[in-house]
């Protein structure tokens, strides 16, 4: 087979959440092109958002994707409070941190267990490797399953949740379900701690490896979390959260229903389990630190596939920071609703949490009777779109220049690696985001 | 019997009922060993695209050309289809507003035209191609799933329930959120199954498994009227899952026609 003038075509990219495919023109040993074809269909959510009122907000933006559904509720309730100036009382605040970490769990398992571990071990789906891995499998359903739990018992339901509302929840967990699924959290922790393990002693390939720019937001505590008060870059740049659209430029290119997102110098980066550990992976405390230091002995070094090892260092902080969120659920009082009462008038706000995938942004403009006027949603999908274009490309070239003969099967094999150690969420990313004024 | 040929497929959409076929942790290495799943993008990557299939389940609308393709294949491929979601039934959020023009929804979320976009009004797949079997839900719910799957296996009609989530709601003895707390809830004219996941959580119905069969919208229209809610919230409200744009349009130029309270 002739190394040069050759194109590699995925057609559909399997294993990841949505549609979307791969294409890589070679000629004379140096890449030409390299397009992630995103063609989910739009839907155009922030379009039809106009005109609703606030409290049917979340409602219809969950529904931009059903893996990441808790996390636009947080997000978008965020967004709508600060509009609004509502002030969270601690319990809310608590239990959906508690709604995030469920949701991480359910998110990491599924990625990491059952679409990424099956290239590492040689499977083509988690079906297959199941016959192989039984006891393995068994776990990581069991450990999507209660991350699922957490989110039946905070947002009502394991996709789409409706308990969650502005201000508060519908209805709050009592003391004995909390305590349960605290027993079920503490339980998961050692085997998960076993695969910790597995992971260390798999060999990650460098010819992913690559400079990258990471941005994570700055915790709102000097803890490892979720939820952040500024946006921050590996390279010591610090940004306000509402000045995001002015840090993020976001445009279109032809092969992609997604927009492209790069940094105002130009850059593309990367959001999401890698970049949080890079910026504050030294405020992991307990088995979660522990993780970090087995699976990264030098700390993040630069190269995508390790993102995997990177969720599930942060499966073991959701778990281990899922128990200690109920014992401080079990600390308060024990009641049925509770409603943070606030009037309705207009105003502008943004939300934007850590999800699975990296940073999530939901702004809001709403009028004096409640209605949308403008809703605008960046996803960490659509963020790290350039930057998986950017390692696709370097991925190709380090293969070609260590194995001129690689076959077209063997690096279309590597480049679905790279594409899926991202873990695109294609659904999110063609919600579809809202160009700034005047910048089309 | 030999093990059934299954394709899972997923249209335009959130991924949500392919997402609760995989939130069924308990039966899915079950569900593994009795369907032959040769077709499941999300799931496996190496996949037979062209195989004559015994079931097919199919999610989401159809929003591009490419969904219709994609549809018509797997019709033509498929003994059995299964529509999963209300999306794939009804339309769902994404037909919410299919009376503005695709053209104003490109403008306002890209700001501009953009000529490689390929778009078109987002309509349920029943609307292309019959189904043999149709699963509402936003999203589905998974024992709903697992009991059609148990039929098509023995070969029987999956059944659904008749009656509507108000049904389901007055037998928890929840509080009406009509009665007691004068909201638009969409309990009466939506399909029952969900075991009235919202009023029990203290929340109106959205009517996110879509309409019961022979609702009746004008009764409830005049019942949250005489609450006195605008007929503009109950347009809105009701447009979201539970009624066809015409029931709500119709609302709408009443609308313009009712005196300013």
Same mark, same amino acid.
Request: proline share 5%.
């Given at each position: !087979? ?38 989910? @269909? ?38 709508? *409070? ?138 709102? +505590? ?7 008060? #500024? ?24 092969? #992609? ?12 980066? !990367?959001?999401? #389990? ?15 630190? *522990? ?42 009082? +024990?009641?049925?609703?509770? !409603? ?17 995938? @990296? ?5 809001? +403009? ?20 350039? =930057? ?25 094999? =590597?480049?679905? !690696? ?23 | ?62 929003? %591009? ?46 700001? %501009? ?52 989530? $108000? ?17 638009? $809830? ?7 199954? $969900? ?26 229209? %005049? ?39």
């Amino acid at each position: !087979m002739s190394p040069s003038g050759r194109n590699i075509v995925i057609p559909h990219l399997g294993r990841v959440e949505g549609h979307g495919g791969i294409f890589v023109k070679v000629v004379g040993g140096t890449v030409h092109e390299v397009n992630m074809d995103i063609f989910e @269909g739009s839907r155009y959510y922030e379009a039809l958002l106009k005109g609703k009122h606030f409290l049917e907000v979340q409602g219809i933006i969950t529904r931009v994707c059903a893996i990441c559904s808790a996390n636009h509720t947080v997000a978008a309730l965020t967004a709508l *409070e600060d509009a609004l100036s509502v002030r969270q009382s601690e319990r809310i605040h608590t239990l959906r941190g508690l709604l995030l970490l469920g949701a991480t769990i359910e998110s990491h398992a599924l990625h990491v267990f059952a679409l990424a571990l099956p290239d590492f071990l040689g499977f083509d789906s988690v079906i297959a490797m199941a016959a192989k891995y039984p006891d393995e499998v068994a776990f990581a359903l069991r450990l999507k399953q209660l991350g699922n739990r957490v989110q039946e018992l905070v947002g009502g339901r394991a996709v789409h949740p409706i308990n969650t509302l502005v201000g508060g929840f519908g209805k709050l967990p009592g003391h004995r379900d909390v305590r349960a699924i605290r027993d079920e959290l503490a339980s998961a922790l050692p085997p998960l701690l076993g695969f910790v393990e597995l992971a260390a002693s798999l060999d990650v390939p460098e010819w992913a490896a690559q400079p990258t720019v990471f941005v994570a937001l700055r915790p709102y +505590e000097e803890a490892f979390r979720f939820r952040g008060v #500024s946006i921050c870059t590996s390279r010591g740049e610090e940004f306000p959260l509402a000045a995001y659209r002015d840090v993020i430029r976001e445009f279109t290119v032809e092969h #992609s229903h997604a927009k492209h997102s790069a940094l105002v110098s130009g850059e593309t980066y !990367m959001v999401g #389990s890698m970049a949080r550990l890079k910026l504050w992976g030294h405020l992991l405390k307990g088995r979660a630190r *522990e993780s970090f230091e087995r699976l990264f002995p030098r700390g993040v070094v630069d190269n995508i596939l390790l993102n995997n090892w990177a969720q599930l260092v942060e499966l073991v902080h959701s778990v281990e920071h899922g128990i200690e969120v109920c014992d401080e659920l079990l600390g308060m009082p +024990e009641c049925a609703r509770e !409603m943070v009462p606030y009037e309705v008038r207009a105003g502008r706000g943004v939300g934007a949490i850590e999800v699975p995938r @990296g940073t999530l942004f939901h702004e809001y +403009e709403i009028d004096d009777e409640g209605l949308v006027v403008s809703a605008n949603v960046v996803t960490p999908t659509a963020q790290n779109l350039a =930057n998986t274009e950017r390692d696709l490309r370097a991925a190709t070239e380090h293969l070609l220049a260590d194995h001129a003969s690689i076959d077209d099967g063997q690096l279309r094999l =590597n480049l679905e !690696m790279v594409a899926r150690a991202y873990d695109p969420c294609i659904s999110c990313s063609v919600h579809v985001t809202r160009l700034a004024a005047g910048e089309a | 019997m030999s093990k059934p040929k299954v394709g899972i497929f997923g249209l335009t959409g959130c991924a949500g009922d392919q997402l609760q076929i995989l939130n069924c942790e308990d039966e899915l290495v079950r569900l593994a060993q009795r369907l032959d799943i040769v077709d499941w993008v999300m799931v496996r990557s190496d996949n037979d695209h062209t195989c004559r299939l015994d079931i097919a389940f199919v999610e989401g609308v159809v929003a %591009t050309e490419r969904d219709l393709e994609t549809l018509k294949e797997v019709r033509a491929r498929a003994r059995t289809l299964v529509a999963l979601g209300t999306c794939a039934v009804w339309g769902g959020l994404p037909a919410m507003h299919n009376e503005i023009s695709r053209e104003t929804l490109e403008r306002e979320v890209y700001h %501009t035209q953009l000529h490689f976009l390929d778009t078109v009004e987002a309509l349920p797949p029943t609307h292309f191609v019959p189904f043999e079997v149709k699963l509402p839900g936003c999203p589905m719910e998974r024992h709903e799933f697992l009991r059609a799957v148990n039929a098509l296996l023995v070969g029987t009609e999956p059944e659904l329930p008749l009656f509507p989530v $108000c049904w389901e709601c007055k037998a928890r003895e929840h509080l009406c959120r009509v009665v007691h707390f004068g909201e638009v $809830c969409c309990g009466a004219m939506t399909r029952g199954g $969900c075991g009235a996941r919202c009023p029990s959580h203290g929340v109106a119905c959205s009517g996110c498994r879509g309409p019961v069969e022979e609702p009746n919208y004008d009764a409830n229209v %005049t019942m949250f009227a005489d609450r006195g809610i605008s007929w503009v919230e109950i347009a809105r409200k009701m447009s979201h899952f539970s009624a066809p744009v015409w029931m709500t349009q119709g609302l709408e130029q009443e609308v313009r026609r009712e005196p300013k309270r």
